[in-house]
């Protein structure tokens, strides 16, 4: 995560800017002192932070905070990736007993016989990945890009709006997004590439393999995850997300911002796809996923900010392969 921390450290510069907004577009109440012919005072207020049409917005809906978890500075280092458990939530996405019952296996069906089950599917994508991970065996293009879904700092839904607007300009689209060129045998190709480490499997919520045109594709599905922590998350282990410490330690360099808490970073349908051929050489890789910034309450200045939100698409994707 931290060697290349930009492609999602921008969830914690919309968090800081929200915050340092925030302090600015309260709704203010001015007010003018005129004195009539009597001699009697005449107030009239200010309608600075009025909508034209003089009818308030109204406020953006406040997002419901998760109940089940806990403070992320106060997470106890697991010893495997067992000790991660996906929130609440996601029981309902709990894999079958039929899915879990086997354990996996180190190696991809054997010939060219294509994977079918959820532990033949996972083994398959990692021993594709490592080729690249530890072998730098093949070269491709890297792109990544966010997109902001909704905002909800102020309440003052044309104030949300405006922030909305800057907050764009933190992110880049798919449009403009870099693309690094890695080559084959490169370090570049071994640094750039998500790796897959995971061996928990039950964290995989669905896999699917279809036979295409002589290739593989398949799509991993994983279970929601509750602000990463650093080596307990199983995401971080599966593809690329953000990490609670490097998140903390950011925060903690803006002067202006105090006692925040309850914030959590939530992922969720995180989702890889990716074409592979049956001696493991991928020509199409994706990862996609949801993501939800709930901000508990925090202080900015001598504003006291509760129950913000702001929601988010990240989206990586490897092209131009070559072997």
Request: proline content about 4%; glycine content about 4%.
């Amino acid at each position: 995560m931290k060697k290349n921390m930009m492609r999602v450290l921008s969830l914690v510069l919309i968090a800081v800017m929200l915050f340092a907004f925030a302090s600015c577009t309260q709704r203010l109440k001015v007010e003018l002192r005129l004195v009539d012919k009597e001699g009697n005072d005449m107030t009239f207020p200010a309608a600075a932070a009025t909508p034209a049409n003089n009818t308030p917005e109204t406020p953006a809906t406040q997002a419901t905070q998760p109940t089940q978890a806990t403070q992320p500075t106060q997470a106890t280092q697991p010893s495997s990736d067992s000790a991660t458990q996906p929130s609440s939530s996601d029981s309902a996405s709990t894999p079958s007993s039929s899915d879990s019952a086997s354990t996996p296996s180190s190696e991809a069906p054997a010939g060219n016989k294509a994977p079918s089950t959820k532990e033949e599917i996972a083994d398959f994508y990692k021993k594709a990945v490592n080729m690249i991970k530890n072998d730098a065996a093949g070269g491709f293009s890297k792109k990544e890009w966010q997109t902001i879904g909704s905002l909800n700092v102020t309440g003052i839904g044309f104030v949300d709006t405006q922030i909305m607007n800057v907050a764009k300009g933190y992110f880049k689209d798919e449009a403009t997004a870099e693309t690094t060129v890695n080559a084959k045998g490169s370090d570049d190709a071994k640094n750039r590439m998500n790796g897959f480490t995971l061996d928990d499997y039950s964290k995989i919520t669905s896999a699917t393999c279809n036979e295409v045109g002589g290739n593989y594709e398949i799509t991993l599905v994983f279970a929601e995850e509750d602000t990463p922590h650093d080596g307990q998350s199983f995401l971080q282990k599966s593809g690329s997300v953000l990490i609670w410490e490097d998140v903390d330690k950011e925060l903690k360099n803006v002067s202006i911002l105090s006692d925040y808490k309850d914030i959590h970073i939530w992922y969720r349908n995180y989702t890889i796809t990716a074409t592979i051929s049956p001696d493991g050489h991928f020509s199409a890789l994706k990862h996609h996923c949801d993501i939800s910034i709930d901000i508990g309450s925090a202080k900015v200045l001598i504003a006291t900010l509760t129950n913000k939100n702001v929601t988010m698409e990240n989206t990586v994707m490897y092209t131009d392969w070559n072997y």
